[in-house]
């Protein structure tokens, strides 16, 4: 079954840290860019960073740029978030999302259940 | 980075035709991409690209694109329609490989 599994999402004090992997399986990992996209409690849909197949290349939206990082283990079919430096507006629903980018059009045709993490004191 | 603007809220009589839309200068250079989600499920892929639909997603769901404004059509709508409608694309300022999303439009079918 072609699917994207989240986990490592929980409570963290403002400052702290916190990884998030995402474990994907039924499709072939590194034929595709990976993103993380993020919901706020009944907010809407934000995107978070984007990393290309080989992870030669990382893009971040600028409110997480310098404190999150992206990586990716094509041997583990395996997705990261390095999230340092959370601030409570960081609190949110993180999806891992596979993309597809072309020259006119990106979309995110799978997506994984999300995992919640909750910056808080 | 770019902006994508959508109504916040749309309502649409069961059986009839709903536009949804979605303005921003990113859809003068590139294509609206559409997603559906419902009350505590992730988002679906709809509509991508030019006017396509991923495997599974009924006929009804159609896409077009004028100028800055992208639309979502559903013609006939349904009451499993009711959801969060999202736009998103490729951002035109600055670094192109950045992506934005619509702020949402809340979909209720009477």
């Known amino acids: 079954e072609v699917q994207l599994a989240e986990s490592g999402g929980g409570l963290v004090q403002p400052g702290g840290s916190l990884r998030l992997s995402c474990a994907a399986s039924g499709f072939t990992f590194s034929s595709y860019w990976m993103s993380w996209v993020r919901q706020a409690p009944g907010k809407g849909l934000e995107w978070v960073a984007n990393?290309?197949?080989?992870?030669?290349?990382?893009y971040y939206v600028d409110s997480v740029k310098g404190r999150f990082t992206l990586s990716r283990d094509n041997a583990k079919n395996s997705l990261y978030l390095q999230m340092n430096s959370l601030r409570a507006e960081d609190t949110a629903v993180y999806y891992c999302?596979?993309?597809?980018?072309?020259?006119?059009?990106?979309?995110?045709?799978?997506w994984g259940r999300g995992t919640l993490v909750t910056v808080s004191s | 980075s770019s902006e994508l603007t959508q109504d916040p809220a749309v309502s649409v009589a069961l059986g009839q035709t709903v536009r949804i839309t979605c303005q921003g200068d990113s859809l003068r250079s590139f294509y609206a991409s559409w997603y559906q989600q419902k009350p505590g499920q992730a988002p679906v892929l709809v509509i991508y690209?030019?006017?396509n639909r991923p495997s599974g997603i009924p006929d009804r769901f159609s896409g077009s694109s004028s100028g800055n404004t992208a639309s979502l059509t559903i013609t006939g709508a349904q009451a499993e329609d009711e959801a969060d409608y999202y736009c998103n694309s490729r951002d035109s300022s600055g670094n192109h490989l950045n992506v934005v999303f619509g702020g949402g439009t809340k979909l209720t079918v009477l």
């Open positions: 990393i290309k197949q080989d992870g030669s290349e990382k």
């Open positions: 690209g030019k006017n």
């Open positions: 999302v596979r993309g597809v980018a072309t020259i006119l059009y990106w979309y995110f045709d799978l």
